[in-house]
């Protein structure tokens, strides 16, 4: 398959699959609820590597539900645990097709379903 041009598209599904796979085993079911309603109101969160690490910190507390996550993923409370676990968090949130996902580049942004 990588010899007809699509590598990237091959790579990108083996990257997703592992994510999901990855989320499913790790992240309990019952703690995505409140999150994923926090949702509902028509807010965003933007996700990126220009987007500082302080700002992930401040989701921490500004979304329901996500401090828990975090704890049961075992990220830690520094910037960059918080980076990565809501990056994954999220991701697996519109993997498993609970949340929207707009991608440009670099950079993220999830909202709401429907």
């Known amino acids: 398959m990588l010899d007809d041009g699509r590598d ?3 790579l990108e599904r083996i990257m ?3 994510v999901l796979e990855v ?3 790790r992240v309990k079911p019952e703690l995505l609820g409140p999150l994923v309603a926090s949702f ?3 807010s965003v969160v ?3 590597e220009d987007v500082p690490a302080a700002e992930y ?4 507390d500004a979304r329901d539900g996500l401090k828990p996550l975090l704890a049961e993923l075992g990220t830690g409370e520094s910037p960059a645990g918080c980076a990565s676990g809501i990056e994954f ?4 949130l519109h ?3 609970r949340l929207n996902k707009d991608a440009l580049g670099g950079r993220a942004t999830y909202r709401a379903r429907g």
């Open 8 to 10: 990237s598209q091959v």
């Open 57 to 60: 910190q401040q989701l921490v």
């Open 95 to 97: 993997l498993t097709k």
């Open 46 to 48: 933007h996700t990126g």
């Open 23 to 25: 989320f499913r085993a």
């Open 40 to 42: 509902e109101d028509g």
């Open 16 to 18: 997703k699959s592992a």
């Open 89 to 92: 968090v999220l991701e697996g």
